[in-house]
């Protein structure tokens, strides 16, 4: 059945000196921040490594992804621990990638792990997912540590619900974004969204690794009319405001789409659609050069993928 689902895997290529983000988990720490009663911004101390989330109810918690390596798992599952006596009794995982996923091998099975259907599709080959995430390690062997892939007990197509008691999660799959299978955490009454790779705060450009920017922008703007959410913490970098982080995505995915493909149409050789500006994407002069190297990268290549992308949209329309 897996096999004919319409999963899209993230393109290989990368672009001439492409900073890839560090998501080695030696010296990671992960800051608790409620960002409402009970929900739980589990914040990296060196972004962009990875962030995690803890939402907690009356009979149990769920736990949004679970890192990169099994001894992140376990850091997880003890922070929970110190922020709840609830038992964690649910995992959700926003995306395949192993640095949101390798961790699931860490939870017991009394832990039913949730995820789009189109993400367990996904999650096939385990040395294949290694070679890719290995770009962040940096030489870093925390990836001998992985040596199996817990994939999803429960799946889903679009929506489904978890209660937990007086407190009820909703898990969204809306479309095509930074990958195909995208899972959205929503905490209604709290307005907040765990969004992982999907979406950011304004000032980071995403990294649109299927090459879709249009696509990407109209599952944005699904997102807008169905999700009510004030704010998004993502999985990596800052949390922040829903907006203007949605509307802003959706401005830079449609400029890079018009851009690039305007550029194709002219003969612009890529080297030189790399110089593109990185609309509505402006970060604090007072940021780190290194954080400032790293967006100019991403943006670089999104401006790749969607060039790739787009030959393969004209292959298939010729």
């Not at 929900?39 to 949004?64: F, Q, S």
């Not at 604090?284 to 992308?309: M, V």
Request: hydrophobic share 40%; charged share 20%; glycine share 10%.
């Amino acid at each position: 059945m897996h096999g004919h689902l319409p999963v899209v895997h993230e393109m290989s290529e990368r672009p001439e000196g492409f900073v890839a983000p560090d998501l080695r988990p030696t010296g990671l720490t992960l800051l608790p921040q409620e960002v409402a009663e009970g929900v739980y911004a589990l914040m990296a101390n060196e972004p962009p490594k990875d962030n995690n989330g803890l939402i907690v109810g009356e009979d149990a918690a769920l736990v949004v992804d679970s890192g990169v390596t099994p001894a992140v798992g376990r850091q997880i599952q003890e922070l929970a621990a110190g922020l709840t006596d609830k038992p964690v009794r649910y995992l959700a995982n926003t995306t395949y990638h192993g640095d949101h996923t390798f961790g699931n091998v860490a939870f017991g099975s009394d832990v039913t792990l949730f995820s789009s259907r189109l993400n367990k599709a996904a999650m096939t080959d385990l040395e294949a997912e290694k070679r890719m995430r290995a770009e962040s390690m940096y030489g870093d062997g925390a990836l001998d540590e992985v040596v199996t892939w817990r994939r999803p007990d429960v799946v889903f197509d679009r929506f489904c619900e978890i209660d937990l008691g007086g407190r009820v999660v909703q898990l969204w799959h809306l479309g095509p974004g930074n990958g195909s299978g995208d899972t959205l955490v929503h905490v209604p009454d709290a307005k907040v969204t765990f969004t992982g790779n999907f979406v950011m705060p304004a000032g980071v450009p995403p990294m649109m690794l299927i090459g879709d920017p249009l696509g990407y922008a109209r599952t944005l703007r699904t997102m807008q009319a169905l999700i009510d959410v004030d704010t998004l913490v993502p999985g990596h970098a800052f949390l922040g405001p829903a907006e203007p982080g949605i509307s802003g995505l959706i401005s830079y995915l449609e400029h890079l789409a018009a851009a690039v493909s305007r550029g194709k149409d002219d003969g612009v050789p890529l080297r030189e659609l790399y110089e593109l500006p990185m609309w509505g994407v402006h970060p604090s002069p007072s940021a780190p050069e290194r954080f400032h190297e790293q967006l100019r990268s991403l943006h670089r290549l999104n401006i790749l993928l969607a060039y790739r992308w787009l030959d393969g949209v004209r292959t298939k329309a010729a």
